[in-house]
């Protein structure tokens, strides 16, 4: 260490030892102003009006959307005195005797928490109580309109349920009438076939008088080349009548045949049109009983919705706190006391200084 740190570290030592001496030669004074200081600061602690925190929770209710209110909102509407005015009014409360209200939303929480530090701890209860009751009111009317509007829709859709059950009663109606009209249509068939049969039948037995006719008239003709006489010629005349005749009557009985198979081909015509609208009818009933499924669906989506139907409660009535929350006497003594003590060791050092600087 050299000489000139020396004597630095000398003057540094007699600087220090130099305040000590002051704040030991005036401690008397800086002790009083300390002492003064929390003194007076534990009075006016002790003299002061005492305040005490009232608050109240509430949790905000739900519907299906989400929440009846968003809780941002109402905390706006209490910041923007929404509810004062009528809180107000209703207590007869001067506009500058109303205390001041905070109010706090948890992050991703439906929960209100407001609270008062006031002295006048009913006044402050009460008010709370009616800021309460109006949101809750609030609220309750929201609900009401929502629950409303649901139980509504439930109505309309199952209005529209059985109006749908109608509509199938309806086409099951013109199902029945479709059978009985394609059974009828069927039974139509049965003795067109059955002509057919027997005209069948008649062709078979004139087909054989027509070869018996055709034998004869053959058996004749050989006959007239040796025999000329009236009689065969007369015979073969007959003969030859009643072959074009029979030869007719086949050629009547096919196209009576042909006329009932056109008819029996309408017949089944008609069969298959009623079959087709029997089917669109059936199509008519899967489809009703498909939008069937789908109100019934809808109503129990509505009904699940009245499930998650929450009204505002609250979870809190408003308390007042059992000890004030001001005034803080240990900690207004404590800062009293040290302001006190900064003071002392100021006037300390400055009545030194002038009294050396005097002589």
Known sequence: MNQEEKISTEYDEIDLMDYVKVII??????????????????????????????????????????????????????DGDVYGIFVREKLEIPKEKYPKIKIENPKNTRLMNIKIESSETEKAKDVLEEINNLILAEHQK????????INQNIKTTEEKIKLTESDIEKIVNKIKITESDIEKTKNKIKPLESDIERVKNKIEYAGEEKENLEAKVEALE???????????????????EKLANKKQEIENLYSRINSLKIEIE??????????????????QINSLRTNIE???????????????????????????????????????????????LFVGVFLAFGKEWWEKSRL
Do not use: C, H
């Open 25 to 78: 030669k005036r401690k008397w004074l800086i002790l009083t102003i300390f002492l003064g200081s929390a003194i007076a600061a534990g009075v006016f602690s002790f003299i002061m009006p005492k305040v005490y925190k009232i608050d109240t929770s509430l949790e905000i209710g739900t519907v299906a959307e989400g929440t009846v209110e968003d809780p941002t909102q109402v905390k706006e509407k209490i």
């Open 222 to 240: 050989k006959v007239l080349v040796y025999e000329q006489t009236p009689g065969t010629q007369f015979a073969l005349f007959d003969a030859k």
């Open 294 to 340: 789908s109100l019934n669906s809808q109503i129990n989506s509505l009904r699940a919705s009245l499930d998650d139907v929450k009204p505002t409660k609250v979870l809190k009535s408003p308390t007042i706190s059992e000890r004030p929350v001001k005034p803080n006497k240990k900690l207004n003594i404590a800062i009293a006391g040290i302001l006190g």
């Open 266 to 283: 309408n017949q089944n015509l008609t069969i298959n049109s009623l079959e087709r609208t029997k089917d669109d009818y059936n199509s």
């Open 142 to 149: 929201e609900i009401k309109v929502k629950i409303d509007l």
